[in-house]
């Protein structure tokens, strides 16, 4: 006999898009500035991963952040970390992003640090629909 696991979830958030992917607007803030862009979920990357146009939109020096370089299949990938609120469906949090250091990078990407270690995700692709709560969330 098989045993049967429910979790619960605040938001239920239906996504359409014609490109790969999993689709999830989020706002960054770093000081007075703020930027509104489209980020995909990426359970794979380590980390999140944006493009440096959204770093400099901040008011950041993206080269003056934490440097790290990230392995891809395209090659090495050097980014650099900086400390910002996030929100995204409904949730506010701090969190240590990267920004590319080159700017072709052609998506953002939410990862395991700094947004997977913060959320409960439930995705049903199927249907469309990502299903997200503060992971600290009791309900």
């Not at 700017?103 to 049903?124: E, M």
């Amino acid at each position: 006999m098989s045993q049967l696991y429910q979790l619960s979830f605040r938001t239920r958030i239906r996504y359409e898009e014609p490109e790969p992917g999993i689709p999830l607007r989020v706002v960054l803030n770093a000081g007075s500035e703020s930027v509104d862009c489209l980020a995909r979920i990426d359970t794979g990357a380590a980390a999140c991963l944006f493009q440096r146009e959204v770093g400099e939109s901040l008011g950041l020096a993206v080269e003056a952040g934490l440097p790290k370089q990230f392995s891809t299949l395209a090659g090495p990938l050097p980014a650099f970390g900086h400390e910002v609120t996030m929100q995204a469906a409904g949730l506010t949090y701090q969190a240590t992003v990267f920004f590319a250091e080159a700017y072709d990078l052609p998506r953002n990407l939410l990862g395991k640090f700094g947004w997977l270690q913060q959320v409960r995700l439930g995705i049903v692709d199927y249907d469309e629909e990502v299903y997200l709560s503060a992971y600290d969330d009791p309900s």
